[in-house]
């Protein structure tokens, strides 16, 4: 009965000895420092790669490769924001016009955290050659929640003046987009809902004016 008792004691002491340690052990790894005072978040992802993997994509792959880690950096969106310089390069100089179109539309769904490439936007949207780089700037730019006092005159004139019916469909979509702070350019979709050489140009221009409106 003694003994009983004894290893009963004895195994009641080692456990708490156990149990002690293994709470010194949490401790000591709760003390250990984080930098900058937090933990740190894990890094967002799509298709199973990491934001650091697809801008890497974007340096290092083919033509479909990097149009692939563009669109899947746009899919992220703002917790993108990281990418926004290589995208901006991509979208100014990559030798493939699709995968230039790709990157501005991630710029677009970035967002405002994409403010800073608007600069070179604004000179791909006057001045690029390919219809499809221009189209996809007047889709992204009516994203990115820019400066409006300078963006809706942008928009409105390229509705009014670009050779493109892409791009200028892409322009009514994105006043469109902005609803009533685009209640400037509402002339001109009227002009533009009546009397757009483009079906698709006018449908856009008219659900343009009544998103509008609608305000």
Not at 183 to 209: F, G, H, K, Q, T
């Amino acid at each position: 009965m003694l003994k009983s008792k004894t290893g009963f004691v004895l195994g009641r002491v080692k456990a708490s000895t156990v149990c002690f340690c293994s709470i010194l052990s949490l401790l000591a790894v709760l003390s250990v420092p984080v930098p900058n005072g937090k933990a740190q978040d894990p890094e967002p992802t799509y298709g199973n790669r990491t934001i650091s993997q697809w801008i890497d994509a974007l340096g290092k792959a083919d033509a479909p490769g990097r149009a692939q880690a563009a669109y899947s950096l746009g899919q992220i969106g703002p917790k993108a924001q990281a990418a926004v310089m290589n995208l901006q390069n991509i979208g100014q100089h990559d030798p493939d016009n699709f995968v230039r179109a790709e990157a501005i539309y991630a710029l677009g769904k970035i967002g405002p955290a994409a403010r800073s490439a608007t600069p070179s936007l604004l000179r791909l949207l006057k001045e690029d050659a390919n219809s499809g780089v221009r189209g996809a700037v007047a889709t992204a730019l009516g994203a990115m929640g820019c400066d409006l006092s300078q963006m809706v005159p942008i928009l409105i004139a390229t509705l009014k003046a670009d050779q493109s019916a892409y791009v200028r469909g892409c322009a009514a979509l994105s006043l469109g987009r902005l609803r009533a702070d685009a209640r400037p350019a509402l002339p001109s979709l009227r002009d533009s809902a009546a009397s757009d050489s483009s079906p698709v140009v006018r449908r856009r221009a008219d659900e343009a004016i009544q998103r509008i409106e609608s305000d």
